[in-house]
């Protein structure tokens, strides 16, 4: 099968280029497999990953396309010439290895621990079992950054615009029981580019490999606002 | 005053102007396809009645908001560049008061002659 994947060495390379690939396909095979076999033939081939299981978030590429993670990806399900990029918007360091910087501050952005105002209890603070129903579909982010590169919103304004993964994580928080920085975090996300950069275009639904939904999380911070506010 | 452009405010008034303007294309629909008015005069009296004029108005204000709202949003998202931005800005700002102005000034004529 043939695979043509972007190549960039910054210390030889002026722009990105091509490169193609024949690599043989084997029953089960994940897109990762085939990115080690190319590397296996040539050694100088970068990119990252490290779990091989869709948990770790470290090899998320742009696959045909689609911002997807190599290692749940199988590469029967593929269109041939498989062209693999790395996620786009971001500063390439080497061939499919970009420079995450910007993704991993919007996310520290959003304060994402729990914030308490009483005093901590000596145990556990309990949660109902509806209270925690809330948190799923929020709390299984694994930071790939699949949706922020895929939402042009975040390409044009990755400074001021939290993106979908920060702002999945920011309604995680509110929506969470024992988090009492309500108020805080609603103020830190007013003003027209943390939160409403968003256009509701939804790539980040289509490219989130975890399958989760921060378009809707955006909608319930919206909503939220809008109750504190009137 | 704060120093952020509004994030919240604009948001709202843009879904609240859409909704506006919604119904009240609606309604003209409405009103062109099974009670056409017949010339002129029909037309004058029907934008002379003092609710409809004002639900013109209304109509009117709601689509100059709903567009500020969105031309800012296309404006904030791709010219970076401040001067060019704020030239921008300032000329769609001009640009909907004149077109508010000239529409308002029709109804209010409509009332006079």
Redesign the interface.
């Known amino acids: 099968m043939k695979f043509l994947v972007s190549r960039y060495n910054p210390d030889r390379d002026a722009k990105p280029h091509m490169q193609a690939f024949e690599v043989e396909v084997w029953r089960g095979m994940m897109l990762r497999d085939a990115l080690l076999e190319i590397k296996r033939q040539d050694e100088s081939f970068a990119f990252r990953h490290s779990c091989g299981e869709g948990v770790c978030g470290s090899d998320g590429v742009n696959v045909n396309g689609s911002n997807r993670l190599a290692c749940i990806t199988p590469v029967a399900d593929l269109k041939a010439p498989v062209e693999i990029r790395p996620f786009p918007g971001r500063p390439i360091i080497r061939d499919l290895v970009v420079d995450m910087s910007q993704f991993y501050a919007q996310y520290k952005a959003v304060e994402p621990w729990l914030v308490r105002e009483d005093p901590m209890p000596e145990q556990e603070i309990l949660q109902s079992p509806a209270e925690r129903d809330r948190l799923d579909g929020l709390y299984e982010c694994i930071l790939c950054g699949c949706c922020s590169t895929a939402c042009p919103s975040f390409w044009w304004n990755p400074d001021k615009f939290h993106g979908p993964q920060a702002l999945l994580t920011a309604w995680r928080f509110l929506a969470d029981s024992r988090d009492q920085a309500t108020e805080h975090r609603l103020d830190a996300l007013e003003g027209p580019y943390r939160l409403f950069r968003c256009h509701t275009i939804m790539s980040c639904v289509e490219a989130c490999p975890k399958g989760l939904n921060p378009t809707r999380a955006i909608g319930h911070i919206k909503q939220l606002m809008l109750e504190k506010a009137i | 005053m704060s120093r952020?452009?509004?994030?919240?405010k604009?948001?709202?008034l843009q879904r609240a102007t859409a909704l506006y303007i919604g119904l009240f294309t609606l309604a003209l629909l409405g009103v062109l396809l099974f009670d056409p008015p017949h010339g002129y005069a029909q037309w004058r009296d029907g934008f002379a009645d003092p609710l409809i004029g004002i639900a013109t108005l209304v109509y009117i204000v709601s689509i100059l908001l709903h567009a500020w709202v969105g031309v800012?949003?296309v404006l904030?998202?791709?010219v970076r560049p401040l001067g060019l931005r704020v030239t921008l800005l300032a000329l769609v700002v001009l640009g909907l008061v004149a077109c508010g102005l000239w529409a308002s000034q029709s109804l209010i004529l409509v009332r006079l002659v």
């Open positions: 952020k452009a509004s994030g919240l604009a948001w709202v800012r949003d904030i998202d791709y």
